[in-house]
């Protein structure tokens, strides 16, 4: 431990004081400023989010085959429910494509 003098009051005070007892004024750098950088977005994904990235892509599938079945026996917006449902199906499996490629890249 450190005695060190507060650049505010003058006082002595320790170096693993988190402020000074005389007048509260930090000691050392401001709180904040030396922490590590926050994680930019472009990091890759931990395993748990991948896994429920897949989870969640796989449902959208499974939801697209489901409501494309459904939508044969629409008499009115069968066009419409089938389109929408091919959409889903083609979202979900794009997707699951990608986390499965983010899965198996190599990272260092
Ligand atoms: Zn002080």
Redesign the pocket.
């Known amino acids: 431990m450190t005695m060190i003098t507060?650049s505010?009051?003058?006082?002595s005070?320790s170096d693993r004081a988190p402020a000074?007892v005389?007048?509260?004024?930090p000691v050392g750098s401001l709180p904040g400023l030396n922490l590590a950088p926050p994680l930019s977005p472009g990091l890759p994904p931990t395993r748990r989010q991948i896994r429920w990235r897949l989870i969640a892509a796989s449902l959208m599938l499974v939801g697209g085959v489901i409501a494309a079945r459904q939508a044969m026996h629409l008499p009115r917006f069968g066009h419409l429910a089938s389109s929408a449902a091919t959409a889903l199906i083609l979202v979900g499996l794009v997707w699951l494509l990608i986390t499965l490629v983010q899965r198996l890249s190599p990272r260092d």
């Open positions: 507060c505010e009051c003058g006082r005070i000074c005389g007048c509260g004024a």
